[in-house]
């Protein structure tokens, strides 16, 4: 990936013990199953992306099963965690006056995400801008999931 801090995890392949957490963070997530096969499908050394991570939810528990699977890999966080207009407009059934504090909706992610956080790379940005991050000079995608 260009430009962007690379992290390296569950160094020579041991396998880690690291419990689940994500059932104690705010969010919607109800795959678990795609993404447990996800990370037992995951390559040595293959870089992955969640893009939309709001508090942390799914992305702690793919980090959780990443971590446990014994393998080398990039876990990338995209996100802008400026939250979405529903939750900014007052009269929306999701608004919450919290994600207008700068940067609180960000904190509350790395907060959630403290005990993982060997296993994530967070980047804070749109999706499409993310992305162009992945992107080599030949046009290859460098993310596998």
């Known amino acids: 990936m260009k430009n962007q801090k690379s992290t390296r995890l569950t160094q020579g392949c041991v396998k ?24 037992s499908k995951t390559q040595n050394g293959w870089k992955l992306v969640e893009i939309g991570c ?30 979405s207009e529903e ?15 700068k940067d609180w909706l960000y904190n509350k992610f790395l907060t959630n995400m403290e005990p993982l956080k060997d296993y994530f790379t967070p ?11 992945f992107v080599e000079n030949d046009g290859r995608i460098t993310a596998e999931y």
């Open 16 to 39: 880690s013990d690291v419990e689940h957490i994500y059932e104690s963070i705010e969010g919607w997530f109800n795959f678990e199953d795609l993404y447990s096969q996800v990370a």
């Open 123 to 133: 980047i804070r940005k749109e999706s499409i801008e993310a992305a162009k991050d």
């Open 54 to 83: 709001w508090q942390g939810r799914s992305a702690a528990f793919l980090a959780t099963e990443l971590a446990n699977s014994g393998k080398t890999f990039d876990f990338y966080c995209v996100d802008t965690w400026d939250g």
């Open 87 to 101: 939750h900014l407009n007052e009269n929306s059934h999701a608004y919450s006056p919290l994600i207008q504090q």
